[in-house]
């Protein structure tokens, strides 16, 4: 079936840091990849996205590279904010009988230090 | 434009009682998924409704059930509730079932039960 492990938290680390949260998926077939940021009180919001192997997604400085081999898509950031402090989930979407299902990780909780 | 709007923000109910969520999609999408994220977790995938029908369902019992108007607005009902069912219950709306252009979640109706 499908599912994301994705790495515990809590993160915490000072601005200006790089921030790297590791994500790995079981998946039927090459899904659609995600990642999800969640500040608190709100929804979720897309961060970035990679429909294929080899893709790149990246918004705001975040980046994420979808790759195959490892079944991995792990978010990075060469510079983190104080404004980036929220919860991160990486998510993939089902494909067949799970078509527009997203399966999420439990969420990584990123602290950023001014 | 709006996007997407979820009422009540915060409800609290006593055990066996029934609830009703409601679910207003941004505009110009037909797809509505609920997902149910309890504390510290990922949110888990309870169903999702295109075209007024329930089109996917996840690993919820009978007692979660949905509908789909119309105008695409939805409801999340819950019945016979019980304390493990106290989470943040998001709606998220896409166009064709988010295979095109992913989705674009709310932020939540906050569910407790006591």
């Known amino acids: 079936g499908n599912s994301v492990t994705q790495m515990e938290g809590p993160v915490t680390l000072s601005e200006e840091a790089f921030l790297t949260i590791n994500c790995t998926y079981t998946?039927?077939?090459?899904?659609?990849l995600f990642w999800y940021v969640q500040y608190p009180g709100e929804g979720l919001q897309l961060l970035l996205k990679?429909?294929?192997?080899?893709d790149k997604g990246s918004n705001k400085g975040f980046e994420a590279t979808y790759r195959k081999e490892t079944t991995s898509f792990h978010l990075e950031k060469g510079s983190v904010q104080v404004s980036d402090s929220a919860v991160y989930f990486c998510?993939?979407?089902?494909?067949?009988?799970?078509?527009?299902?997203?399966?999420f990780g439990r969420g990584t909780q990123l602290t950023v230090w001014p | 434009d709006a996007g997407v709007t979820q009422s009540p923000t915060h409800l609290i109910k006593t055990r066996g009682q029934q609830v009703t969520l409601r679910c207003s999609p941004k505009s110009g999408h037909d797809t509505v998924s609920w997902y149910q994220q309890a504390l510290g977790q990922g949110p888990q995938f309870i169903f999702q409704?295109?075209?007024?029908?329930?089109?996917q369902r996840g690993n919820f019992p009978d007692r979660f059930s949905g509908h789909q108007f119309p105008n695409y607005s939805s409801e999340l009902n819950v019945n016979a509730l019980l304390l493990g069912d106290s989470a943040l219950y998001l709606c998220a709306s896409s166009l064709e079932q988010g295979t095109v252009y992913g989705y674009t979640f709310g932020s939540g109706t906050r569910l407790t039960v006591v």
């Open positions: 998510a993939l979407r089902g494909r067949g009988s799970t078509l527009g299902r997203l399966y």
């Open positions: 990679a429909t294929k192997a080899d």
């Open positions: 998946a039927t077939g090459y899904p659609s």
């Open positions: 409704y295109y075209e007024e029908e329930e089109r």
